[in-house]
């Protein structure tokens, strides 16, 4: 089941040097985060596999070099210097799409947080989404993406889908921590892309 307390950790974790992030944790937080995703119905099965792969792909790349892919910055400079950002395997364009996931992620926890137990959290999921990754998605997926939340349950039927027998109090109590961890991430992450010209890629 996913963990708010591990996300919290890997994240943290991920905060290296001055404003530097480093690529496992910040992958390892993912993959807690993909579990999350997964368990919020089949018709975001699509999302997840997606991310899933980009994971995969980064966790590859830092496998094969960790001397260039062990911090975003390394990564960054590593690639554009050896113009491989629009290679077919780029981490950095990989990371850019994990990245804007990211945001929508926080954005929609944080709005959780402020639900009571049986609203609805169809419209957080929305607002979030339209406020985030609808600016980068077609017609169609945007579509897609906003009936698919229709389906999202009231908060605490989300909650016990997503966290299982963990406490609903201890996962209420960790994920402002857990929401400001993955905050500093972003907000590192943005300023890196967006130094190294690759921000705003299409």
Known sequence: ???????????HEALVQDQDVDIKNYVLAYQELCKFCSHLGG????????????IGCLNQLVTEDELHFSTVQNMLNHETS???????RSGSVTLLRLHRGL???ILFMSKLLKLQPNDSTKRSAQEAYSQTLA?????????????AMNFLPCQRALYDQTIGNTSVEETLNTMPEMISKASKVHERVNNLLSDYEILNIP
Not at 1 to 11: E, K
Request: net charge neutral.
């Open 135 to 147: 600016k980068h998605h077609s017609w169609l997926i945007r579509n897609g993406a906003l009936f």
């Open 103 to 105: 945001e929508f992620i």
């Open 82 to 88: 050896n113009k491989l950002v629009f290679s077919g």
């Open 1 to 11: 089941m996913f963990s708010v307390a591990a996300v919290q950790s890997a994240f």
């Open 43 to 54: 018709l975001f099965s699509f999302v997840v596999n997606d991310l899933e792969d980009k």
